[in-house]
């Protein structure tokens, strides 16, 4: 299926238009994670927010930040059952977005919303193979540097990513609405848990932002955890490395627990930025955290 180019625009949401309801401050005290110091921190509204992040870079267009929240998803994939939309990634002007099935139980398929520079929107569904996660399936995309390669990932206890060939920038990959296969997998040498955001900062490297409250699985708990690859993806299996970077920003005047979200990292630039949803009632607003290394 194909969105119009108007519904499609719906899915976009530029800093410009977020002025008005996010205010800007330094952050302090400042947090250092493995080598990334922070740099600041924005506040948006949860409305539109909370559930991911990336950065949108359109030829002869200023950068634009894209958020996503339940309030994104356009009505018609609503209709088809696609209830719930994860942590997007963008590169050449592509955004792709990640959908979990919330009306069929258990799921049987994920999807993959791939929208061009033009607007023009293109859904990708991967049915899942039995031994994929089927509850919370779609969490998080990671598109690598080289454009070849989408790694998704779902929630709870995971060992491994996913990897499928990316639409319209691979061979591999279909270029009309279909099915979109599975290529490889990420094999990981520790257990990672609600890893909700990924994004890539090398090519042979991923940071995940996880919403994990709890401290069994590493030192601390919501963590920046990197995952090393032994080298850029080819479509083959891989096995890689994790480490903890230590935890994410937890700053708010409310008590509760915190929820992690969307990582996104603007390579032009070098920031990395997380999204932090503060506990209920201040849970009004997203917290965006920026980091950039040295």
Same mark, same amino acid.
């Given at each position: 299926m194909r969105l119009s180019t108007s519904a %499609?625009? %719906?899915l976009v949401l530029s800093t410009a238009a977020l002025l008005g309801c996010a205010s800007v401050a330094t952050a302090s005290p400042a947090a250092s994670l493995g080598g990334w110091h922070q740099v600041g921190k924005t506040s948006v509204a949860n409305s539109i927010s909370g559930e991911g992040i990336t950065t949108l870079r359109l030829p002869g267009h200023a950068p634009q930040t894209v958020?996503?929240?339940?309030?994104?998803?356009p009505q018609p994939l609503k209709d088809e059952g696609w209830g719930h939309v994860g942590d997007p990634d963008s590169l050449r002007g592509y955004t792709f977005d990640v959908y979990q099935d919330t009306v069929t139980n258990p799921p049987v398929s994920k999807m993959y919303l791939v929208t061009s520079p033009a607007g023009q929107t293109t859904e990708f569904v991967h049915p899942l193979a039995a031994d994929e996660p089927a509850p919370n399936a779609n969490a998080q995309v990671a598109v690598s540097p080289d454009g070849q390669w989408? =790694? *998704?990932g779902a929630l709870g206890d995971a060992t491994e990513l996913f990897v499928s060939p990316t639409p319209f920038l691979n061979r591999r990959a279909p270029r009309v609405a279909g099915d979109l296969p599975l290529a490889a997998r990420i094999h990981l040498d520790h257990t990672i848990r609600a890893a909700q955001g990924c994004d890539f900062v090398s090519t042979t490297r991923l940071l995940c932002a996880t919403s994990d409250s709890n401290n069994d699985l590493y030192p601390t708990s919501y963590q920046l955890l990197q995952v090393d690859l032994p080298h850029a993806l080819t479509g083959h299996d891989v096995r890689a490395h994790v480490k903890e970077l230590g935890q994410l920003p937890l700053s708010s005047t409310c008590a509760g627990a915190f929820t992690p979200e969307g990582v996104d990292y603007d390579a032009p630039t070098g920031t990395l930025r997380v999204e932090v949803v503060p506990p209920a009632p201040c849970n009004t607003v997203t917290d =965006?955290? *920026?980091?950039r290394r040295g």
């Open positions: %499609a625009k %719906a958020y996503r929240n339940g309030t994104t998803i989408l =790694v *998704s =965006v955290y *920026s980091f």
